[in-house]
């Protein structure tokens, strides 16, 4: 235990430091508020479920969700310039080319809906349903291991990184303490009604079985494979690229604009979620800084996402 204090005492004094690096605070500051405000306005007038969102399935949706995070992250990297008086990222074409090529395929995935025709010529709802949450795990890899290998080789090979899916520099101990602070959280978040209409991702107990020739535990195992699998894409996405990539262009700053576009992401989850992912966000993007490898990340996104998955079924059979 005291090894393990020791490591962690460490690593929060160098993280620490990188927040104390000139004008990261002030950025700090306008980020909060910038991204607590447009929290703010998301759920009170439920922007992302009924406007956001009923563009789905249609050709301009693809424009709608890049507009949605291009105004997150520039909304965020444009004005912590200015702040932090640091403006010579916003002159460089590979801040530019590496930022926007990542927004587009996040708009591009959130707006994805082409698997949908062959989803719907199944007759069976549970094998739709099946179907859809399984398939939708796939967007990400599918859709961002191309460009980002062809980013990698333009702009950041002499890293010898990429974008954190190094196993060097790995320290599981300070993401283990971390870990366990999630599991209460996740016990106490259990007992709200909106998270219960969120979690678990999987309704197994609404389905017909057989699916495909499986019963309700193997169709549920088969879709945590994948959703658990999905989270080292989320990590790669914006801790990786995000934070990680874009560091070694604006330096620490890198963290802000990825914890706003972070929050944008979860804005159709329920509120307490989001607000954490802000915290969580940063916190992660400050420590793949420091390690310069995903893996705590996917770790934690692990713990968070599985005990919640577990909670929110523990609370259906307790409530059934």
């Known amino acids: 235990m005291t090894a393990i204090y020791q490591s962690a005492r460490k690593w929060i004094s160098e993280l620490w430091s990188i927040c104390h690096e000139k004008g990261f605070n002030a950025a ?59 403006t010579a990222y916003l002159k460089r074409s590979d801040f530019w080319i590496k930022s926007f090529v990542c ?38 890899p599918l859709i961002f291991t191309l460009p980002f290998l062809i980013l990698y080789l333009i702009y950041d090979r002499k890293q010898k990184n990429w ?18 602070t999630v599991l209460p ?5 259990s007992f709200s009604e909106s998270f219960l209409k969120a979690y678990p991702r999987f309704k197994f107990w609404a389905l017909q079985y057989p699916i495909f020739g499986l019963n309700s535990w193997q169709a549920t195992s088969i879709f945590e494979f994948f959703y658990g699998a999905e989270f080292i894409y989320v990590e790669w996405v ?9 560091y070694w262009i604006m330096g620490p700053k890198a963290i802000l604009p990825m914890v706003t ?17 802000v915290a969580g966000g940063f916190i992660l993007g400050l ?25 929110a079924i523990a609370q259906y059979f307790i409530r059934n």
């Open 28 to 86: 700090a500051l306008y980020t909060l508020i910038f991204t607590s405000i447009c929290i703010g306005i998301n759920y009170s007038i439920d922007f992302n479920d009924k406007i956001l969102e009923s563009t789905f399935g249609k050709p301009e949706s693809f424009f709608w969700y890049i507009l949605f995070y291009a105004f997150a992250f520039y909304g965020t990297a444009i004005p912590i310039a200015f702040i932090s008086k640091d």
């Open 103 to 140: 927004i587009a395929l996040l708009g591009f995935t959130s707006a994805f809906y082409f698997h949908s025709e062959f989803i719907q010529s199944f007759k069976s709802r549970s094998e739709r349903y099946f179907l859809f949450k399984v398939l939708s795990q796939f967007r990400r």
């Open 163 to 180: 974008y954190g899916f190094k196993l060097k520099g790995f320290n599981p101990k300070i993401y283990l303490i971390l870990a366990l």
């Open 185 to 189: 959280l996740a016990f106490a978040a």
């Open 238 to 246: 914006f801790r990786g690229f995000l934070a990680l990539g874009l």
């Open 261 to 277: 576009a972070y929050a944008f992401l979860h804005f159709g989850k329920p509120m307490g979620e989001t607000i954490g992912s």
């Open 287 to 311: 420590l793949v800084i420091k390690s310069g490898n995903i893996w705590g990340g996917v770790l934690l996104h692990w713990a968070m996402a599985f005990s919640m998955e577990i909670a």
